[in-house]
């Protein structure tokens, strides 16, 4: 599986500023979130940028997982294969997401 990096940095989130966030775009009237778990306590926004992997589906029972890569210092995603995909297949992975 390939491997994509953006400059996102400054769209990793601690926990507060993570909820801060999704707060303010619920006053705005969002309906949409791009938010990815790094870890326990880092979160990735990616409602106003990022690239076409902010569009993979969430599954319990995924066929792909993520790392965190630093590239050049900046904090990269790695999507990679768990198990052989068939083509045409949807890849889609665990969002680890978690509501407040």
Not at 31 to 43: P, Q
Not at 86 to 98: A, M, P, S
Request: glycine residues 8%; hydrophobic residues 35%.
């Amino acid at each position: 599986m390939g491997f994509s990096c953006k400059r996102i940095s400054q769209k990793v989130l601690d926990m507060p500023a993570y909820e801060a966030r999704q707060k303010e775009y619920t006053s705005k009237g969002h309906k949409h979130f791009y938010f990815m778990t790094l870890n326990g306590s880092e979160v990735i926004d990616a409602c106003a940028k990022g690239n076409l992997g902010r569009f993979i589906n969430h599954s319990c029972q995924p066929n792909c997982r993520t790392e965190k890569w630093m590239v050049n210092e900046e904090v990269c995603i790695g999507l990679f294969a768990i198990r052989d995909i068939k083509k045409g297949e949807e890849l889609i992975f665990d969002y680890n997401y978690v509501r407040v």
